[in-house]
Structures are given as C-alpha cells and as structure tokens.
C-alpha cells in the first residue's frame, strides 16, 4: 500500500503528459519542495519511477486506486429551475448549447473512467438523447422519483457504488481535477466557507466530523463525492438500512454516511474552490448565466 503523499505525487506524475519539475509537482500537490524530494527517491529507490517517469511498477501500485465507474443521480424534477424544468430534466438544460451534464461525462471519460451510470425518473426518456454522443452509458431508472427522496435513486444504484464516485448531475464542471483517475480514500468535495446556508461539513485534520444544514467555517458540500471499494460495499448496506427504516425514504442519501450511520465510515475533505464548478440552482442564476433565457 502506497503512503498518501507517494500516491499523490506518483498519480500527480501519471496524470502529466510532459515531465514535471519538483516545483511544479509541489504546486499541484500543495507538498513542500523537501518533501517531494525526498518523496521522489523513495519512489525511484521502489523502482516505481525511473528519471522521474512512471514505471509499469508504479502504474501498477497506483491500480488498487483506480476509479472503476461514476454514478449521476439525476432522477429528480428540479423544481426552482422552473419553467424550464417543465419539459426538459436539470441535466438536459443547455448553458451556452451545451447541456449541464455533458462538463461532467466528458470529464468522467478524460479521466478513464470506463462504466458512466445515470440514474433517471423525471421524463427519463429526454436521456436517450446522450446516447448519440455517449453511447457506452447506462441508465438506472428510478421509478419512485416522486414519491421518495434522493434516498430512492441510491437504492437503484448501490451495487455499484464500490470504487466509484456518485455525484450530482447539476454541475457544470471547470477544473478537470475534480474527477480524477485515481483517489487515495473515500471523501466528499466542498469549499471552505466562512458562512453558508447550504449543506456543510465540518471536519479535524481532513477528516469529516459532522454535517448540518447551514453554518459557519465549514466546508460547503460540493455533489461529488468518492468511494472506495470497501466503503462503497459498507454504503450500500447502510442505504438499505435506512431506507427500509419508518421515514428513512424521505432522507437524503448523504444524510446516512455523513449522519444516521457516522460511525461505519472514515470520511475526508476534498479540498475545492467555487472556480471549479458552477452550480445552478435557480431559474434567475441560469438567466445570469446565460443570457439567451432572457427572451
């Protein structure tokens, strides 16, 4: 098993198409130039670079990292979209011509990630149209949209959530590294904020302590998260847990890892900015936005 810091630096390296220098490494992995260093000979004396290039060695010691797949969940109506959401579902809405969720999928593909599932209900048959430009995803149909909360598209697709990310399917996404090939542990995205009345995660060294609804320095939660293998498997039985509990389908999904079941995970802080995505939750900051829904 690789340390944290040598699977950073070593994936920092696979993902580069040109050599890197020391500098540069440190910029991208935000580790002090001694310590990329020293982390750089470890991995030459491991025969997992050679002149600061990767090795069949250390691709191999990256693919216990690898991400297998990634999960939208894209089931629901998008109510404060309205009157666009009328007839087309929030993925399907098109920023600039092009639609919300193709940032992410294309993304997803830049990053290797071979099995892309959406999880559809509202006008679920709009998503075929993503077929003519993608035509290796899959769809999930969630049949119960409107009747559970997104609880019920996380039941239809738990049995793939090990060594995956499952993201929301309502950001435009602006810094690749989002999506990333390869991730060290399981964790959720979110942006440091002083005040936000969003969901936010609070968290000690990295590590997520709790969540809430509305708060001050905390981390406000970005729709993206990763799973590994075994965290995933744990996930998905948690899902089923609560889902089957009196209530438990009126739940957010996030609510069962980040609070009903806390204590069956170990949770991290992927650390972003608001320059990485846009996120649009209401009709006036599409029109903003864009200003061709102006007419």
């Known amino acids: 098993m690789l340390q944290e810091k040598e699977f950073e630096i070593l994936a920092c390296i696979e993902s580069s198409k040109a050599q890197l220098t020391q500098r540069q490494i440190a910029k991208k992995t935000g580790y002090s130039i001694g310590t990329v260093n020293s982390t750089l000979a470890k991995l030459e004396e491991s025969k997992l670079l050679n002149n600061s290039k990767i090795t069949p060695e250390g691709l191999s010691a990256l693919e216990p990292y690898r991400v297998k797949r990634i999960i939208f969940i894209a089931a629901g ?12 579902p929030k993925p399907l809405v098109r920023v600039h011509g092009q ?29 075929d149209q993503l077929l003519y430009k993608y035509p290796g995803i899959k769809f999930i149909d969630n049949p119960n949209y409107n009747e559970t909360n997104n609880i019920g598209s996380a039941i239809k697709a738990k049995d793939y959530f090990s060594s995956a990310y499952i993201c929301e399917a309502d950001l435009i996404i602006k810094n ?11 964790n959720y995205c979110g942006v440091k904020c002083e005040r936000t009345d969003d969901w936010c995660l609070y968290s000690t060294k990295g590590k997520i302590t709790g969540v809430s609804v509305g708060g001050y320095n905390a981390y406000r939660m970005v729709g993206i998260s990763y799973w590994t293998e ?10 089923q847990k609560v889902y089957d509990m009196p209530g438990g389908k009126e739940k957010y999904w996030d609510s069962v890892p980040l609070d009903v ?4 995970f170990n949770l991290y802080i992927r650390e972003c900015s608001f320059d990485d995505f846009t996120e649009i939750d209401t009709f006036n900051e599409l029109k903003s936005l864009d200003p061709s829904y102006k007419v």
């Open 77 to 88: 109506f998008g109510t404060r979209l309205v009157p666009i959401t009328l007839n087309t």
């Open 261 to 264: 079941c806390k204590k069956e």
């Open 176 to 186: 690749p590294d989002l999506i990333k090939k390869y991730q060290y542990r399981s």
């Open 230 to 239: 075994d965290d995933g498997k744990r996930l998905a039985d948690c899902i």
């Open 99 to 127: 639609r919300i969720i193709d940032s992410m999928i294309d993304t997803a593909i830049k990053a290797e990630i071979e099995e892309i599932y959406i999880v559809r209900g509202y006008l679920k048959e709009q998503f």
